[in-house]
């Protein structure tokens, strides 16, 4: 055979042998590329773990390392909203060749609530690779500022809320005693101090209208008539908490199963204010007016400084006697206690136990300057705002002076001070501002605390600037707008604001407590016409005590 005829067959068959092998190996297999997220931003910026601040109606703009698929997207997105809210309603498009997603809100999503954004892993790349990244982000969206309710005058605002507030003690009263519940869900168990906070709100009722005054008298005869003859008591002193219907002790505590001075003086407060206001001759106000006495006089304020020394103490117990051990030492809110121990007609105490009890001689003193603002007494930073309310509920701060502080410039101070750590916002709790201000004793959403700019949770309590309408009135009223117009129904309920709130979370109280709804009523009207203030300073024993304690005043 000729040379080039074999050459020629032995290419054939090489080329033979190479088809072969190309056909039983086929197409090589397409790679399935992973699939991670670049870039996600929310209306334009970065959208973070936990996002505030988001608008009504955002968008949110993904971009991926790879074109993804598009049928794999739908089932990818997870929405969820709070417990009884509507997931969000989105639409979603596609941009760069599929390798950017947005998505787009539908409607608007509700104000101030938070929104949980997430995609999982069903999402796939064009390619059809995993998806590798984990996104589960949260959404806080914005406040909206468009009032909520009609715009109403300040003076009318402020009757509205006195109004509305005032229905706690009025609608939600005990059917039995008469008495303030303690909270919206405590049942029959009634409260002492909020009780007395209560009466003081049922004057204020009286003079604005909301009842008449045959209506507060027979209320407040009620609950005088039980505290005389159902409720227990302990050298004349009440529990902290007792059941409405039964007058028996409710322990606030085991050990705490006794008397509680404290809440008694908060009491007497306001019963020695309503026998101020009821002062007709008639036979049933001038009934009443001797039962208060009664009830006053028969508590032994000499008795709890316990074995004839130098400071009255907060409780004792049938059961464990003085095991609580604990003073009443100032400052605190607890200077009612002094004075109303001071005048008793029957079991007052000496000067030197408001000496050297109360003021410590001097050491409840505190001078030093916070946010660029002088503090007389107390703590750092003056501590929760219901210090400077609870016992000024009745004494009348305004040119009120002794050897130990102007308590005008204290109250004033203390007010101030907390509205300026909001504004300085040290731990940059999201809302905080001239409008949202306020610290103080308040349920928050693990429980109860008594916050303070040294124990800030950035949990709001509205009676806290409320409540502080005598000594910060502008800011007080910027608070009031905000709450009332901005926050409107998540905050104005059926008895007045609710406990508290704390927008960075968001969370807001279904609980109202009567030691907080009763201080907004009382200080707003003390801060309109000064009620409280001279019904309860008009009373002899209040102004004997405050002159033998060494107090100044106008009004003394």
């Known amino acids: 055979m000729k ?38 931003t929310i209306d334009g910026r970065a959208l973070e773990d936990n996002t505030f601040d988001v608008r009504l109606q955002p968008s949110i703009r993904i971009q991926f390392t790879e074109p993804i698929d598009k049928q794999s997207v739908a089932g990818a997105i997870v929405w969820s909203a709070p ?15 599929d390798s950017v997603l947005l998505i787009t809100a539908s409607s608007k999503l509700a104000f101030l609530t938070s929104y949980r954004f997430s995609l999982n892993n069903s999402i ?21 500022s468009s009032a909520k309710f009609p715009t109403l005058s300040d003076e009318a605002l402020l009757t509205k809320v006195q109004q509305q507030t005032f ?91 006794g008397a509680d001075l404290v809440e008694t003086s908060f009491l007497m407060m306001g019963l020695l204010s309503a026998r101020s206001y009821f002062d007709a001759g008639t036979a049933a106000e001038t009934d009443l007016r001797s039962a208060i006495t009664d009830l006053y006089a028969a508590v032994e304020w000499d008795w709890f400084r316990r074995d004839n020394g130098d400071q009255l103490y907060w409780h004792w117990s049938p059961d464990y ?14 200077l009612v206690t002094y004075v109303l121990a ?9 000067k030197s136990v408001y000496d050297k009890g109360w003021a410590r001689e001097g050491a409840m003193k505190n001078g030093a300057a916070y946010y660029g603002i002088s503090l007389p007494l107390g703590e750092p930073f003056g501590g929760p705002l219901f210090l400077s309310q609870y016992s000024f509920l009745g004494i009348n701060p305004i040119g009120l002076k002794d050897a130990y502080a102007d308590y005008e410039l204290q109250n004033k101070h203390h007010a101030q001070i907390n509205y300026q750590h909001s504004l300085e916002n040290p731990k940059k709790y999201y809302g905080y501002s001239a409008q949202v201000w306020g610290l103080s004793a308040s349920d928050i959403p693990t429980g109860y605390s008594a916050s303070s700019p040294t124990n800030d949770l950035g949990v709001i309590a509205p009676t806290a600037a409320l409540s502080s309408f005598p000594y910060t009135p502008v800011e007080s009223m910027q608070a009031l707008k905000f709450y009332y117009y901005t926050l409107g129904d998540k905050l104005f309920k059926d008895y007045g604001f609710i406990d508290a709130f704390a927008l960075h979370q968001p969370w807001f109280a279904d ?46």
Not at 237 to 252: E, K
């Open 167 to 257: 229905r706690y003690f009025w609608d939600f009263g005990h059917p039995v005693s008469g008495m303030a519940r303690e909270r919206n869900s405590s049942g029959d168990i009634v409260t002492t101090g909020g009780t007395g906070f209560g009466i003081m709100a049922m004057l204020a009722a009286v003079e604005r209208g909301f009842i008449n005054r045959q209506q507060g008298l027979d209320r407040i005869k009620t609950i005088v008539n039980f505290l005389e003859t159902k409720a227990i008591r302990y050298h004349g002193a009440f529990a902290h908490w007792i059941n409405g219907a039964s007058g028996l002790t409710q322990p606030f505590s085991q050990k705490d199963n």
């Open 342 to 350: 001071a005048g008793s007609p029957t079991h007052a105490i000496p």
């Open 321 to 334: 006697g003085w095991d609580m051990n604990l003073p009443i030492r100032g400052w605190n809110e607890c």
């Open 124 to 144: 796939k790349s064009a390619s059809g690779g995993r998806f590798i990244s984990v996104i589960n982000k949260t959404l806080l969206t914005s406040i909206d």
């Open 511 to 556: 609980s109202f407590l009567a030691i907080d709804q009763g201080p907004i009523i009382v200080m707003i009207e003390n801060y309109r016409t000064g009620l409280l203030w001279n019904l309860f300073t008009s009373a002899p024993e209040v102004k004997a005590a405050l002159t033998k304690l060494g107090f100044t005043a106008p009004y003394l």
């Open 3 to 40: 040379p080039t005829i074999v050459l020629w067959l032995s290419l054939m068959l090489l080329l033979a042998a190479c088809g072969k092998s190309s056909g039983d190996s086929g197409n090589p297999a397409p790679v399935q590329r992973q699939v991670a997220v670049r870039s996600i």
């Open 83 to 97: 417990a009884g809210g509507s997931a969000p309603v989105f639409t979603s498009s596609f941009q760069n060749n």
